[in-house]
């Protein structure tokens, strides 16, 4: 099993950046394949990034590529969600995930989730 524990959310001016930290607990992080979605309000929870066990394979939403950017350190059993150029859509709640599934987007596939960290950028 793996908790997971998202940081890095806060307030942000539109254009602006901010670098979001999943903290997973257990000893078999390198195993999994990780995702970043979010969810405002209102709103289905929605996909933003993956990235596979060793970091070699990354995929992003459309409505983010050029501007977020995964990456994980598995020595330190975390993921992080570069974020830059941020707009007001950008504004929810951002959950990270683990899957043994592989690279994917589809919400369903993911096994662990964090409880989230909120984005909010004033424009």
Do not use: H
Not at 61 to 90: H, P, Q, W
Not at 98 to 112: E, I, Q, S
Request: charged residues 20%; proline residues 2%; hydrophobic residues 35%.
């Amino acid at each position: 099993q793996v908790q997971l524990v998202e940081s890095g959310g806060g307030l942000v001016q539109a254009g602006g950046s901010l670098r979001l930290s999943c903290a997973a607990s257990g000893r078999t992080f390198s195993s999994y394949a990780m995702g970043w979605f979010r969810q405002a309000p209102g709103k289905e929870r929605e996909f933003v990034a993956a990235i596979s066990w060793s970091g070699g394979r990354t995929y992003y939403a459309d409505s983010v590529k050029g501007r977020f950017t995964i990456s994980r350190d598995n020595a330190k059993n975390t993921v992080y969600l570069r974020m830059d150029n941020l707009n007001a859509e950008d504004t929810a709640v951002y959950y990270c995930a683990a899957t043994t599934r592989g690279v994917l987007a589809a919400p369903r596939w993911y096994d662990y989730w964090g409880q989230g960290t909120q984005v909010t950028v004033s424009s």
